[in-house]
């Protein structure tokens, strides 16, 4: 039986773009890796948008995909620090970045970033999410693997500012679906009269703007605008998620 991981160096030749429509028609298998794409794009209001492509990468390329991330990524799981306390973090993770960029540092930790030339299929998945989106110019990559259903990012906004004040961020998962949540941040006056149920009610305040995305196998999930600033997302823990999620955000540091 054929590998279902393609190897390193092995690239298929040039493909259409996720979404494009091709007045001459796919080139024989392409439509296959990728699918017509929908798009269904989600105002945020406040100049906060987020863009969800359900289908942006065909079921077994995707597969091929996430075989080649789960054996190749040298995976960690670093210990971070939460607010004051030292913890492992409940994912394994890995970076990977352009050359002479300033280096990430989240929760107290640093992690070593690793060259787009040790793993060439990032560098495929890297040109099919800027043709999916014009004038994106990404030059750095977090990647998750959540084992199970007990692995998860808690709250948090991507507004570190390296990013800049309005950082596009792609966000492409293989795998387990899982859900991802995004919250509105609470403005400086809910958050100094408390934002908890009680004062909510007491005040008449109406309880946090919630939206949810069943991120599946394939799909490209953008948060563009003042997501970051504005907002706040999470992938919860699932106990019915059994089996491993890996997810790629692709960014930019200015
Ligand atoms: O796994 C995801 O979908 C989100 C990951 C995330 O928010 C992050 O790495 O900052
Ligand atoms: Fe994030």
Same mark, same amino acid.
């Given at each position: 039986?054929?590998?279902?991981?393609r190897l390193a160096g092995e690239n298929p030749g040039p493909r259409r773009s996720p979404g494009s429509v091709d007045?001459?028609?796919?080139?024989?298998?392409?439509?296959?890796?990728?699918?017509?794409?929908?798009?269904?794009?989600?105002?945020?209001?406040?100049?906060?948008?987020?863009?969800?492509?359900?289908?942006?990468?065909?079921?077994?390329?995707? +597969?091929?995909?996430?075989?080649?991330?789960?054996?190749?990524?040298? +995976?960690?799981?670093?210990?971070?620090?939460?607010?004051?306390?030292?913890?492992?973090?409940?994912?394994?993770?890995?970076?990977?970045?352009?050359?002479?960029?300033?280096?990430?540092?989240?929760?107290?930790?640093?992690?070593?970033?690793?060259? +787009?030339?040790?793993?060439?299929?990032?560098?495929?998945? =890297?040109?099919?999410?800027?043709?999916?989106?014009?004038?994106?110019?990404?030059?750095?990559?977090? =990647?998750?693997?959540?084992?199970?259903? $007990?692995?998860?990012? $808690?709250?948090?906004?991507?507004?570190?500012?390296?990013?800049?004040?309005t950082p596009e961020i792609a966000s492409v998962t293989f795998g387990?679906?899982?859900?991802? %949540?995004?919250?509105?941040?609470?403005?400086?006056?809910?958050?100094?009269?408390? $934002?908890?149920?009680?004062?909510?009610?007491?005040?008449?305040?109406?309880?946090?703007?919630?939206?949810?995305?069943? =991120?599946?196998?394939? $799909?490209?999930?953008?948060?563009?605008?003042?997501?970051?600033?504005?907002?706040?997302?999470?992938?919860?823990?699932?106990?019915?998620?059994?089996?491993?999620?890996?997810?790629?955000?692709?960014?930019?540091? %200015?």
């Amino acid at each position: 039986m054929a590998s279902r991981l393609r190897l390193a160096g092995e690239n298929p030749g040039p493909r259409r773009s996720p979404g494009s429509v091709d007045a001459a028609g796919p080139e024989e298998g392409e439509a296959e890796r990728w699918p017509e794409a929908r798009r269904e794009v989600t105002d945020l209001a406040g100049g906060s948008e987020v863009v969800h492509v359900p289908r942006f990468v065909a079921r077994e390329a995707a +597969w091929e995909w996430f075989d080649y991330l789960d054996k190749r990524i040298p +995976w960690t799981r670093p210990t971070i620090r939460v607010f004051g306390r030292s913890a492992v973090q409940p994912r394994d993770t890995c970076y990977v970045a352009d050359e002479e960029l300033t280096d990430l540092k989240y929760s107290g930790h640093q992690p070593h970033a690793h060259s +787009w030339d040790e793993f060439p299929v990032l560098k495929d998945i =890297l040109k099919a999410v800027h043709e999916a989106l014009p004038g994106s110019h990404f030059n750095s990559l977090l =990647l998750n693997r959540y084992k199970t259903g $007990s692995d998860y990012v $808690s709250w948090h906004a991507d507004d570190e500012l390296l990013y800049g004040p309005t950082p596009e961020i792609a966000s492409v998962t293989f795998g387990c679906e899982r859900e991802f %949540l995004l919250r509105k941040k609470p403005t400086k006056s809910q958050a100094s009269n408390g $934002s908890g149920e009680v004062a909510r009610k007491r005040l008449k305040v109406s309880a946090p703007q919630l939206k949810s995305f069943l =991120l599946k196998h394939g $799909s490209l999930l953008v948060m563009r605008g003042y997501t970051q600033r504005d907002w706040q997302h999470s992938v919860p823990k699932r106990a019915k998620a059994s089996s491993p999620r890996i997810n790629l955000t692709f960014r930019r540091v %200015l």
